[in-house]
């Protein structure tokens, strides 16, 4: 029988052990999965923005409001920016649910007119999308949404005013589904004709910003200079950015904790190394008479060293595999899914990359080897008779 078959089966010799030591790796594997997976989804509505859409808001501020007649510029009423081939403007709702108020998801008024022109990404059946239009009161829920509150379509919704105090009415016209990661699935837009239209006269012909799309992204920055350049001698001058642009700045103001969640992530691995470590240094400590016996059959240092560095692998890729196994049911399908229908403004879209997956089973293999390392070098380095002696 080879060594590493010895090995692998010498884990089986103090099973309460192995079995904790495989546990803690396994968390820690879990744990790791979950941070990576947590950073790759908040980065991911960057990652996959629309290459070809644009967002103009207030210079000074997003939250500051336009004057809804900018939209002129865009739609042809006093000519249209070169390059722009749809634009439609919307404003921030910030309602939420009426009973379930801890439950954030996002909400915009809309142009309904152009809105998903510009949002061809948010895909709405024809039939859905023509009745929203007819309706006043119509609003178009993402998929996620929808499942969460189960709403369906024809259901009348009533949500609390926050931004815009009162109890707003709503009818589900249609439900919309996505084709990219970068989308959250539970939005909810609705007419800005009806938000327009029931406030007080001073507070009319707002809006958020206006989003656009542009026929050739490798004209982004002219046409996003001649967008501001036409506002610079308005009262309200405009700044206009791209939307990978908008994205990444939303999450610069997160780079700490991005930053954090990376150093916590592999301060996990490091305790999981540590932990392998002491286990394996024990191991070595309670066979120490063994080590001499097989030195004294023949066998040399580094078989001694690749016995034991055989038997850390081997707990190592155990506990990496359990991990791995616990983090789709209990990642994947369980948070990930939580997370898309309760934060998806944040985690559009979450799930476990590949390549994370990946490089969790390699470095529960690597940090194993490595922790590994020191009580290998001291068994090696063993003498048989005096090992021989040693009652462990």
Do not use: C
Request: glycine letters at 8%; charged letters at 20%.
């Amino acid at each position: 029988m080879r060594l590493l078959d010895l090995a692998v089966k010498n884990v089986r010799r103090n099973r309460l052990r192995t079995a904790l030591t495989v546990a803690g790796v396994a968390t820690a594997i879990l744990a790791f999965v979950f941070l990576r997976t947590g950073i790759t989804a908040w980065t991911s509505a960057a990652d996959n923005a629309a290459a070809d859409r644009l967002s103009t808001s207030h210079r000074v501020t997003f939250i500051m409001p336009l004057p809804k007649r900018y939209i002129e510029y865009f739609d042809g009423t006093r000519g249209r920016f070169e390059g722009v081939d749809a634009a439609a403007y919307a404003v921030w709702f910030g309602a939420r649910h009426p009973v379930q108020t801890d439950q954030f998801f996002a909400n915009f008024a809309v142009q309904a007119e152009t809105f998903f022109d510009v949002y061809p990404d948010m895909i709405v059946p024809p039939q859905d999308l023509a009745r929203w239009k007819e309706t006043r009161r119509g609003a178009v829920v993402g998929q996620a949404l929808a499942q969460k509150f189960g709403w369906k379509i024809g259901d009348i919704v009533r949500l609390e005013g926050t931004i815009y105090p009162g109890e707003w009415e709503f009818e589900v016209s249609a439900i919309y589904e996505t084709k990219t990661r970068a989308v959250d699935r539970s939005q909810f837009v609705f007419h800005w004709d009806y938000l327009n239209e029931s406030l007080p006269e001073p507070q009319r012909g707002q809006i958020g910003w206006i989003a656009t799309r542009v026929s050739d992204p490798t004209r982004s920055a002219a046409i996003i200079t001649a967008i501001d350049a036409k506002f610079e001698g308005f009262d309200v001058q405009t700044r206009t950015v791209t939307e990978k642009a908008a994205q990444t700045q939303f999450l610069a103001g997160f780079s700490a904790l991005l930053r954090a969640l990376d150093v916590v992530s592999v301060v996990i691995l490091l305790i999981m190394m540590l932990i392998l470590g002491n286990t394996i240094a024990m191991g070595v400590r309670e066979r120490t008479r063994e080590y001499g016996v097989l030195m004294a059959l023949g066998f040399r240092p580094h078989h001694i060293a690749v016995f034991v560095v055989g038997e850390a692998l081997a707990v190592g890729l155990l506990g990496g595999v359990l991990g791995l196994m616990l983090a789709y049911p209990i990642i994947q399908y369980g948070m990930g899914r939580w997370l898309e229908e309760n934060m998806g403004a944040f985690f559009p879209y979450f799930r476990i990359p590949p390549h994370v997956s990946l490089v969790a089973l390699g470095l529960s293999a690597l940090l194993a080897t490595i922790a590994a390392v020191l009580p290998a070098l001291a068994a090696s380095r063993l003498n048989a008779t005096e090992a021989l002696r040693r009652l462990g």
